[in-house]
T-cell receptor, first 114, second 111 residues
Framework: GAGVSQTPSNKVTEKGKYVELRCDPI?????LYWYRQSLGQGPEFLIY????????DSGLPNDRFFAVRPEGSVSTLKIQRTERGDSAVYLC????????????FGPGTRLTVL | QQPVQSPQAVILREGEDAVINCSSS?????VHWYRQKHGEAPVFLMI?????EQKGHEKISASFNEKKQQSSLYLTASQLSYSGTYFC????????????FGKGTKLTVNP
């Protein structure tokens, strides 16, 4: 079946601009996660959704970052007033939830802020 | 707090074995292992739960020492396809679903 998809695959923007990153999870997966990965580092947790609600947003770095999942499926990560330090690969993952909640990752969106 | 992985990098010849360790300063509920090839998404390998249950890849094994707050991933008879960066992700609270990943261990398998 189809895996997790993310669009766009690459996004180049200028400092101060607004960007939206989209994630389409695996059909039927109730849990959705956003991570950020910088070069040479492991994925860094940003936010986790169970259904439509954000169950844990403790990883969002500041109030410029916001994510939604209005219908419990597709999610959008929104970054306002982008800064050069926001440049990274943004990964989305989904899972069925529960004890064996293996997370299936999407290919990521590479964000470059000039 | 971020788990510590060791070694940072390892180079093997095909057929050799390797062990990758993951250590946490906090009590763990579960440990997840992923492999990531350059430019690709992380791929699930294994989950180990507090209490001894585990689920994962057929050819890869792992251990979870709750007392020592450590997990180890065992790669035996390595194949070229095992090359990549291995990450452990730790969950400190059952049901939290939040994984904190280590910095990774880069494994290179040469012919």
């Amino acid at each position: 079946g189809a895996g997790v998809s993310q669009t766009p695959s690459n996004k180049v923007t200028e400092k101060g601009k607004y960007v939206e990153l989209r994630c389409d999870p695996i059909s039927g997966h109730t849990a959705l996660y956003w991570y950020r990965q910088s070069l040479g580092q492991g994925p860094e947790f940003l936010i986790y959704f169970q259904g439509t609600g954000a169950a844990d947003d403790s990883g969002l770095p500041n109030d410029r970052f916001f994510a939604v999942r209005p219908e419990g499926s597709v999610s959008t990560l929104k970054i306002q007033r982008t800064e050069r330090g926001d440049s990274a690969v943004y990964l989305c993952a989904s899972s069925r939830g529960g004890a064996y909640n293996e997370q299936f990752f999407g290919p990521g969106t590479r964000l470059t802020v000039l | 707090q971020q788990p510590v992985q060791s070694p940072q990098a390892v180079i093997l010849r095909e057929g050799e074995d390797a062990v990758i360790n993951c250590s946490s300063s906090k009590a763990l509920y579960s440990v997840h292992w992923y492999r990531q090839k350059h430019g690709e998404a992380p791929v699930f390998l294994m989950i180990l739960l507090k209490g001894g249950e585990q689920k994962g890849h057929e050819k890869i094994s792992a251990s979870f020492n709750e007392k020592k707050q450590q997990s180890s991933l065992y790669l035996t008879a390595s194949q070229l396809s095992y090359s990549g960066t291995y990450f452990c992700g730790t969950e400190t609270q059952g049901g939290s679903e939040k994984l904190v990943f280590g910095k990774g261990t880069k494994l290179t398998v040469n012919p």
